[in-house]
Structures are given as structure tokens and as C-alpha cells.
T-cell receptor, first 110, second 112 residues
């Protein structure tokens, strides 16, 4: 079946860039997503990319997609303490629901 | 800004009791999803509706879980009887044309 893998933890200093990585196995994925979850809260959609794109930029967020290697990354420029959260990568194929990774906890040190 | 509403936000119940969660999607969103998120993991789909019809309930434990969306708008997820292993966050999401899914705040269930 489909699988989405993420590293568990990332620590950066405030002002630095953060790069969160994700790999997936389903070559027929049509959309790939990044969600942010703060403690005790639901998931906030940050951005998503269509599978025929290589890159998408939205303010401080840059998504890179390497479809050949099935690798997705999220870069957060000028990381702030408010960016501390768990970040989930997810993929979607056709009309199916999302398949999520286990999340990467981002800790931003002041 | 339109949001997905869920209630209750928190629920504590004893095992073998019945529990129900409610979700009101963003107005006009035909697709509604219920996910379960166990602590430390990503959400996993329980059931997907398109209007009032179930599209995917392959991961729903049907011996104890049921879901309905009778008028194709709001939805209820029920567990009867609850078991200790059902303790989790239950998340509802909705989408308009399928590409963007928006999540509600979730219901945190604790079974004692």
C-alpha cells in the first residue's frame, strides 16, 4: 500500500531556514501537501503542489518536488518561534483521501 | 473565514459506553472525511462521504463504529461500545472539489 515517511524531529535557531523532508511510495500521487499542527489543535493546510510541478513558493514557504525520487521538501525561510509545531506531509491519489506521514516535530530555538 | 466545526472538543467516557461526535463542514463542501489520529502518528482515514453517500469506509471498524451524513451536510460519527484503544483525536475535514482538505479542531476522546 501507500507509505509516506518523514524524519521525527528537527531543531533550528530562530532566523535560520528549516528544511523538512518527506518520501512517498505511490507513483500515481496527484497532489502532495504540507500541514501544520500545533498542540491540541487540528491540522492547518500550509500549501500543496500538483504532481506535475517541481517547485511552489508562497511567502516564506518553498515546496520542492522530485517526482523521480518521490521526495518532497518544505523549506521555511527566516524560521520564527511561532513556527514550532508538527509538520505533516500527505499525498493524494485521484478521489481518495489523504495518506499522511507520522509528522516532523520542528523546534525553533530563540 | 469559513471553518469546519466539530463538537465536543473533549470527551471522556468509560469503556463499553456509547459516544458520538458531530461535524459541520464548510458550506458547499460536498466531500466530508473522518480521520482518527493516535498520539504521535499522522491521521488515518475512517470514512469518506460524497454528499450523503459513503465513498470509502474500508478502514472503519464496523462492529463498533458507524457514521452518517443523512442530508449531505453535517455528519455524526458514533462508537458503541467504546474501548480503551479508541482513545485518540477524531478529526473531520471537508473539501469542495477534492484538491484542498480543510480540517476542524478535532475531538479529543479519552476512554477510561
Amino acid at each position: 500500500g501507500e507509505d509516506v515517511e518523514q524524519s521525527l524531529f528537527l531543531s533550528v535557531r530562530e532566523g535560520d531556514s528549516s528544511v523538512i523532508n518527506c518520501t512517498y511510495t505511490d507513483s500515481s500521487s496527484t497532489y502532495l501537501y504540507w500541514y501544520k499542527q500545533e498542540p491540541g489543535a487540528g491540522l492547518q493546510l500550509l500549501t500543496y503542489i500538483f504532481s506535475n510541478m517541481d517547485m511552489k513558493q508562497d511567502q516564506r514557504l518553498t515546496v520542492l518536488l522530485n517526482k523521480k525520487d518521490k521526495h518532497l521538501s518544505l523549506r521555511i525561510a527566516d524560521t520564527q518561534t511561532g513556527d514550532s509545531a508538527i509538520y505533516f506531509c500527505a499525498e493524494k491519489t485521484g478521489r481518495r483521501a489523504l495518506t499522511f506521514g507520522s509528522g516532523t516535530r520542528l523546534q525553533v530555538q530563540p | 473565514e469559513a471553518e469546519v466545526a466539530q463538537s465536543p472538543r473533549y470527551k471522556i467516557t468509560e469503556k463499553s459506553q456509547a459516544v458520538a461526535f458531530w461535524c459541520d463542514p464548510i458550506s458547499g463542501h460536498a466531500t466530508l472525511y473522518w480521520y482518527r489520529q493516535i498520539l504521535g502518528q499522522g491521521p488515518e482515514l475512517l470514512v469518506q462521504f460524497q454528499d450523503e453517500s459513503v465513498v470509502d469506509d474500508s478502514q472503519l471498524p464496523k462492529d463498533r463504529f458507524s457514521a452518517e451524513r443523512l442530508k449531505g451536510v453535517d455528519s455524526t460519527l458514533k462508537i458503541q461500545p467504546a474501548e480503551l484503544g479508541d482513545s485518540a483525536m477524531y478529526l473531520c475535514a471537508s473539501s469542495f472539489q477534492g484538491s484542498e482538505q480543510y480540517f476542524g479542531p478535532g475531538t479529543r476522546l479519552t476512554v477510561t
